[in-house]
C-alpha cells in the first residue's frame, strides 16, 4: 500500500475524528454507548486499514535494522 493510500485513510479517519470531537466539546463526552458508536465509525472510515498500513510500515523498517 502506497502513500496514496495513507493519505486517503489519514484524511477519512480525521473527518470521522474531528467531527466527533467538536459535538463532544460542545455536548460534553461520551457515554458508553456513544462510544462504541464512535468506534464503529472509525472502523468504517478506515482505522483498522491505516493501522495496517503502518504496522506494515514499520515491520519492514524493523525487518531492515
Request: glycine share 8%; proline share 2%; with cysteine.
Amino acid at each position: 500500500q502506497g502513500r496514496a493510500s495513507i493519505y486517503r485513510l489519514t484524511n477519512r479517519v480525521s473527518l470521522g475524528i474531528s467531527e466527533q470531537e467538536a459535538l463532544w466539546i460542545k455536548d460534553g463526552g461520551p457515554d458508553d454507548k456513544a462510544w462504541e458508536k464512535y468506534l464503529k465509525t472509525l472502523d468504517r472510515c478506515g482505522m483498522n486499514e491505516l493501522l495496517e498500513v503502518y504496522q506494515a510500515a514499520y515491520d519492514r523498517y524493523a525487518a531492515a535494522q
